[in-house]
């Protein structure tokens, strides 16, 4: 099993930049296809961006597609997403989420395939 804890989540101004991290604790990060999403009160949850076990895959969003990137280190049991050129409608609590899976490739993008979630930083972009 996997322990998650975001990190870095705050307040910026539209078109600035930030920097999200979620720490894992516990054996085997490098086994967990790993994803963010992000929530606002009274929507579904949105995925953001996956990665797969390696890092050689990923997978965004078409609303975050060349502003953000999402990247791990795999013997810091770490995973980051880079968000820039940020917009008022990026605001929310984003999450990172783990999957245990024997595909070394996959990148998954439902919250269903994600047993596994940290408790979410709030990120607030104004305008």
């Known amino acids: 099993q996997v322990q998650l804890v975001e990190s870095g989540g705050g307040l910026v101004q539209a078109g600035g930049s930030l920097r999200v991290s979620c720490a894992a604790s516990?054996?085997?990060?490098?086994?967990?296809?790993m994803g963010w999403f992000r929530q606002v009160p009274g929507k579904e949850r949105e995925f953001v961006a996956g990665?797969?076990?390696?890092?050689?895959?990923?997978d965004y969003a078409d609303s975050v597609k060349g502003r953000f990137t999402i990247s791990r280190d795999n013997a810091k049991n770490t995973v980051d997403l880079q968000m820039n050129s940020l917009k008022p409608e990026d605001t929310a609590v984003y999450s990172c989420?783990?999957?245990?899976?024997?595909?070394?490739?996959?990148?998954?993008?439902?919250?269903?395939?994600?047993?596994?979630w940290g408790q979410g930083t709030q990120v607030t972009v104004s305008s």
């Open positions: 989420a783990a999957d245990r899976t024997l595909n070394q490739v996959a990148v998954f993008t439902r919250p269903y395939q994600y047993p596994y």
């Open positions: 990665i797969s076990r390696s890092g050689g895959s990923t």
């Open positions: 516990g054996r085997a990060f490098s086994t967990y296809a």
